[in-house]
């Protein structure tokens, strides 16, 4: 892209009103990143690090081979007992806490954190993480920040004077046009506030969804999938795209490409075969938008994966999954 800075909203342009080469170059990039993908080192336009506090990008809108913007995935470290500088911005972000313990600063308000959390960044909010414990905490952070960028809601920074102060008035409370009743909604999900429930996509832990109206997240839907050794989750069609982060165990997936057939309506073509992605522990899977995708635990071990969607697709009119196939496990306990 011939880029100086940092990228906060990739462009699309093209020749022709049809983008199905702009479809195809993106379906043609590798979709499993593990450690040794490192698409941005934090170094250029970004406020939040310290020095000793260390952030790293594993997908974004700047990557070149280009994934998706409509979820980032990055990574936060803090060593034992450090902070990072902190700042604020307009987009929500929401962290799941991989190892280690610390508590955040919200808005000058402590919320507390430990391993298998997620903590959620709201809207408009100034914050800084902190690890005053013995041992080495990090975080996989994911955001829809391009979502707020392309709707121009850009002001961020470091706390600070406002520029050109004596053109504008005094202080007020910049609260008064959030949704009602956010500030009582919930800024950590923890184990305890969730449970494990049979689906047909598998065993899945529900951390943030439209229906979870206690949780002060509105752009970012997280679950946790728990597929058994030698078993294998629903197969699924949706058409928001999707990031999967393997928490433990490995395995392997199964994508199906849905092309568009347009005649007098749209219809859906599913590719005969899949293609296949190898996961392990550490990895990212991404699923293209419009896919049809099964998980599969076949090293030997569960697998466990964390999903993270952009939320803005069900407002969109996508909210339906539709599922081809269901989870052995749901499957049997729905014949006993």
Same mark, same amino acid.
Not at 154 to 159: E, M, P
């Given at each position: 892209?011939?880029?100086?800075?940092?990228?906060?909203?990739?462009?699309? $342009?093209?020749?022709?009103?049809?983008?199905?080469?702009?479809?195809?170059?993106?379906?043609?990039?590798?979709? #499993? *990143?593990?450690? =040794?993908? #490192?698409?941005?080192?934090?170094?250029?336009?970004?406020?939040?690090?310290?020095?000793?506090?260390? &952030?790293?990008? *594993? #997908?974004?809108?700047?990557?070149?081979?280009?994934?998706?913007? $409509?979820?980032? #995935?990055?990574?936060?470290?803090?060593?034992? %007992?450090? =902070?990072?500088?902190?700042?604020?911005?307009?987009?929500?972000?929401?962290?799941?806490?991989? %190892?280690?313990?610390?508590?955040?600063?919200?808005?000058?308000?402590?919320?507390?954190?430990?391993?298998?959390? !997620?903590?959620?960044?709201?809207?408009?909010?100034?914050?800084?993480?902190?690890?005053?414990?013995?041992?080495?905490?990090?975080?996989?952070?994911?955001?829809?920040?391009?979502?707020?960028?392309?709707?121009?809601? !850009? %002001?961020?920074?470091?706390?600070?004077?406002?520029?050109?102060?004596?053109?504008?008035?005094?202080?007020?409370?910049?609260?008064?046009?959030? $949704?009602?009743?956010?500030?009582?909604?919930?800024?950590?999900?923890?184990?305890?506030? &969730?449970?494990?429930?049979?689906?047909?996509?598998? *065993?899945?832990? +529900?951390?943030?969804?439209?229906?979870? $109206?206690?949780?002060?997240?509105?752009?970012?839907d997280a679950f946790e999938l728990d597929i058994p050794a030698g078993s294998r989750s629903g197969k699924y069609w949706k058409m928001a795209d999707e990031v999967f982060y393997v928490l433990d165990g490995g395995g392997y997936a199964l994508?199906?490409? +849905?092309?568009?057939?347009?005649?007098?309506?749209?219809?859906? *073509?599913?590719?005969?075969?899949?293609?296949?992605?190898?996961?392990?522990?550490?990895d990212t899977l991404y699923v293209p938008q419009n896919h049809v995708c099964q998980l599969f635990a076949y090293d030997g071990t569960p697998l466990r994966v964390l999903s993270a969607q952009n939320r803005v697709f069900k407002h969109l009119?996508?909210?339906?999954?539709?599922?081809?196939?269901?989870?052995?496990?749901?499957?049997?306990?729905?014949?006993?």
């Amino acid at each position: 892209m011939g880029k100086k800075g940092r990228v906060f909203v990739r462009g699309l $342009t093209s020749e022709t009103y049809g983008l199905g080469e702009f479809r195809r170059q993106q379906l043609a990039v590798k979709r #499993v *990143r593990d450690d =040794s993908v #490192v698409v941005d080192d934090a170094k250029v336009a970004h406020s939040g690090d310290s020095e000793k506090s260390r &952030t790293w990008w *594993r #997908v974004g809108p700047g990557d070149e081979e280009f994934l998706t913007q $409509t979820i980032q #995935v990055h990574f936060v470290e803090l060593p034992p %007992q450090s =902070s990072n500088h902190g700042h604020g911005h307009q987009n929500e972000a929401a962290f799941y806490i991989l %190892q280690g313990r610390g508590y955040e600063i919200h808005d000058d308000q402590r919320y507390d954190w430990t391993k298998d959390d !997620l903590v959620f960044v709201h809207t408009d909010s100034v914050h800084r993480h902190f690890n005053p414990y013995d041992e080495t905490a990090t975080a996989l952070v994911v955001k829809a920040k391009s979502t707020w960028m392309f709707m121009g809601l !850009l %002001q961020q920074g470091r706390s600070g004077p406002v520029e050109r102060e004596v053109e504008f008035g005094p202080r007020e409370d910049w609260s008064r046009i959030w $949704t009602p009743g956010v500030l009582d909604r919930k800024k950590v999900i923890g184990v305890g506030d &969730t449970t494990w429930e049979d689906t047909p996509l598998g *065993r899945v832990r +529900v951390m943030s969804s439209p229906e979870r $109206t206690d949780a002060r997240i509105f752009s970012i839907d997280a679950f946790e999938l728990d597929i058994p050794a030698g078993s294998r989750s629903g197969k699924y069609w949706k058409m928001a795209d999707e990031v999967f982060y393997v928490l433990d165990g490995g395995g392997y997936a199964l994508q199906w490409e +849905v092309e568009a057939e347009i005649a007098e309506k749209y219809y859906a *073509r599913i590719a005969k075969e899949p293609t296949r992605h190898e996961i392990t522990k550490g990895d990212t899977l991404y699923v293209p938008q419009n896919h049809v995708c099964q998980l599969f635990a076949y090293d030997g071990t569960p697998l466990r994966v964390l999903s993270a969607q952009n939320r803005v697709f069900k407002h969109l009119g996508y909210d339906t999954v539709h599922f081809m196939e269901d989870a052995p496990e749901y499957e049997a306990a729905q014949n006993a």
